[in-house]
Nanobody, 124 residues
């Protein structure tokens, strides 16, 4: 079973920084895209930052403040958040659309996977 485990959330003052990490494990054949979604107060879960085929995209409110990177093995995703604002407060979810090996015969399946989320609190 593919698992995504997030770490690095916490509380910080406005203007501060946090680094989130997401480690993917399990019978992964390939990762097509990997990124971070967030659910802030009163807003539906939205895609904050993503890496697809080496290209990164960002939600407009976080452009210039957040960066995303992946390790060389392409199984760990980092989100570096700087100049944090109170409106960045929320739960951050790691997401991947990956191909996983689902049977002992090597059958593969493409689907979305989600982490359980890590909370980020920014106080003003």
């Amino acid at each position: 079973q593919v698992q995504l485990v997030e770490s690095g959330g916490g509380s910080v003052q406005a203007g501060g920084s946090l680094r989130l990490s997401c480690a993917a494990s399990g019978p992964i054949f390939s990762i097509d895209e990997m990124g971070w979604y967030r659910q802030t107060t009163g807003i539906q879960r939205e895609r904050g930052a993503e890496i697809t085929d080496g290209r990164t995209t960002f939600l407009d409110p976080v452009k210039g403040r957040f960066t995303v990177s992946m390790n060389n093995y392409r199984n760990t995703l980092h989100l570096q958040m700087t100049s944090l604002k109170s409106e960045d407060t929320g739960v951050y979810y790691c997401h991947t659309y990956a191909v996983a090996v689902v049977t002992t015969l090597g059958d593969r399946e493409s689907r979305d996977y989600w982490g359980e989320g890590t909370r980020v609190t920014v106080s003003s």
